[in-house]
């Protein structure tokens, strides 16, 4: 069974950066896409970023697109999320994401991590 473990979230000021972490461990594919949603209080879980294989293909939420940077380490078998210039509107619970598509991941990726808070304060 594939595991995501996430890391890195917590309490931060508005205009503050955050970096989380997510390893996946077990049979995971040859090849496969990582990447991140998000679920804040009240509301439904909205997709923020994607990463191919290759990290050739990176792909962004509109609403945090020059702000978080996703990338990735295929070695370590860990993706990253750099989050810059947070916002209260950003807190929710982030959740790591893998999927079988190489190229990016779908609306609704086969596994899923835990997820980790990030509550930013105003």
């Known amino acids: 069974q594939v595991q995501l473990v996430e890391s890195g979230g917590g309490l931060v000021e508005a205009g503050g950066s955050l970096r989380l972490s997510c390893v996946a461990s077990?049979?995971?594919?040859?090849?496969?896409?990582m990447g991140w949603f998000r679920q804040a209080p009240g509301k439904e879980r909205e997709f923020v970023a994607s990463i191919s294989w290759y990290s050739i293909t990176r792909t962004y939420a509109d609403s945090v697109k020059g702000r978080f940077s996703i990338s990735r380490d295929n070695q370590k078998s860990t993706v990253y999320l750099q989050m810059d210039m947070l916002k209260p509107e950003d807190t929710a619970v982030y959740y790591c994401?893998?999927?079988?598509?190489?190229?990016?991941?779908?609306?609704?990726?086969?596994?899923w991590g835990q997820g980790t808070q990030v509550t930013v304060s105003s």
């Open positions: 077990g049979p995971t594919f040859s090849t496969y896409s």
């Open positions: 994401v893998l999927d079988s598509n190489a190229r990016g991941v779908r609306s609704n990726p086969d596994y």
